[in-house]
């Protein structure tokens, strides 16, 4: 009957907790891969300020409802994380972590995928950890897995094998979660297994954890930061910035790295409109690359100008928030395409309208748009060599090339005898007299 009142109540809390903060601020996590038949532990990625006064509430597959397990389930909730001791092929799906007060409302989403080891595999393939070493000196090997558990792990248990064969010799040494190889040749690159057992509320159970391992050939990678690079971001008033800090170090270190203002970090200042995320890492061509998001949920104008560093151990990076610059490519590309025409039509001004007659002048037989049937009235003495230029050159040139229209007497003018008269040549456009 208790659980079945805390339950309940849960329910109405979260249910109060909507109502006061109807909107979220919804985020996508990388997707998370691990291992089927392993413990898995699924965190919600808030930030240590938003760790007072909260409810927080994990989903899956889209579910309104909650996932409410009992406390000694295989999957279960503590604290902001939820456990899978041990993993199953049917864990797989995308997971919803809502976090909620008052006054604001967080949801992450993150997949999550489960992939089948074959007891069959002494290595996995599709799951497994690359740590790169040096090739000088001892090193040594570490079981990740075990992280999760400290003093419930049986170390006693675990058993190292490389290239699916127990690891044995003088050269190699067993501590707690770690495989020390002394005097570390080329040949000791491959793939490694640790296995052993754990405790977890008085059940025994096993594990496994597949390493790539990589001789490095190359000095200490020295700590850089890829993102930012003392750039800036445009962003308008009120507008939600998202952006990442990116810092590539040596495969197997850690770097702590944190955004700060004038030496303070975020979480501390802006009462959580201004969000750091959790730190990720993903190994990549022999390094390490360490992530932690920078979210400012709206932008206030305080924030132009404003330096928001990452700090990665020694070295550091800023970006700035500035306002967007005006764009004037559009207008000014408007007033060329006005401009442009007009300037064609005043410089081509004959050729276009050359153009337009011959191209348009079968439509519109002898008359054209301008309402004059001809252009020209050509007056001209009759005499033989005279009448064949007028007669044949003229019309070859100005009527079929230049389309102009002309008047000929003896060709355009009616059967009989035509007199023309000065009244009569004053009102065509133009005469043309041939001598």
């Not at 397990?69 to 092929?89: D, E, M």
């Not at 094998?161 to 044995?168: D, I």
Request: with cysteine.
């Amino acid at each position: 009957m208790k659980p079945a009142l805390a339950d309940y109540c849960i329910l109405v809390l979260s249910f109060i907790c909507v109502l006061k903060s109807e909107k979220c601020f919804q985020k996508y996590e990388r997707e998370k891969i691990f291992e089927e038949n392993n413990p898995f532990r699924l965190d919600c990625p808030i930030s240590h300020y938003q760790r007072t006064n909260f409810t927080l509430n994990w989903y899956m597959n889209g579910n309104d409802t909650p996932l409410i397990t009992p406390p000694f389930s295989r999957v279960f909730q503590q604290n902001t994380s939820l456990w899978f001791i041990p993993t199953i092929a049917q864990d797989s799906g995308l997971y919803h972590c809502s976090y909620r007060n008052s006054t604001v409302c967080y949801k992450y989403s993150i997949q999550i995928a489960a992939l089948n080891n074959s007891a069959g595999l002494c290595f996995n393939e599709n799951y497994h950890f690359e740590q790169t070493l040096f090739p000088k000196g001892s090193s040594r090997i570490v079981c990740h897995q075990v992280n999760y558990f400290g003093q419930e792990v049986d170390y006693s248990s675990i058993q190292w094998y490389k290239e699916c064969e127990p690891v044995q010799g003088e050269r190699f040494a067993l501590f707690r979660n770690q495989l020390i190889i002394k005097e570390l040749k080329k040949d000791d690159e491959g793939k490694y297994v640790c296995k052993g057992t754990y405790t977890f509320r008085g059940k025994k159970y096993n594990f496994s954890n597949s390493i790539l391992m990589n001789l490095l050939d190359s000095a200490w990678k020295r700590t850089e930061i890829l993102y930012p690079l003392n750039n800036t971001i445009e962003a308008d008033v009120g507008s939600n910035v998202f952006t990442e800090c990116n810092v590539s170090s040596f495969r197997d270190s850690f770097i702590p790295i944190s955004w700060k203002v004038n030496y303070t970090q975020v979480d501390s200042l802006f009462n959580g409109r201004i969000i750091e995320g959790n730190q990720t890492n993903i190994p990549k061509d022999g390094a390490e690359i360490f992530t932690v998001s920078l979210n400012i949920t709206k932008v206030k104008t305080e924030d132009y100008d404003q330096q928001f560093t990452c700090h990665a151990g020694k070295v550091a990076a800023y970006i700035k928030i500035q306002r967007p610059t005006k764009n004037y490519a559009a207008f000014v590309i408007l007033i060329l395409l006005l401009i442009i025409p007009i300037l064609i039509c005043i410089l081509f001004k004959i050729e276009i309208v050359l153009w337009y007659r011959k191209s348009c002048r079968p439509f519109f037989h002898k008359k054209v748009s301008d309402g004059k049937i001809y252009d020209a009235y050509v007056l001209y003495p009759k005499i033989s060599n005279q009448a064949d230029f007028v007669l044949k050159v003229l019309p070859e040139v100005l009527e079929k090339q230049c389309g102009y229209s002309l008047f000929i007497p003896g060709r355009d003018d009616l059967p009989g005898k035509g007199k023309c008269n000065q009244s009569d040549v004053a009102y065509l456009l133009f005469v043309l007299l041939i001598y």
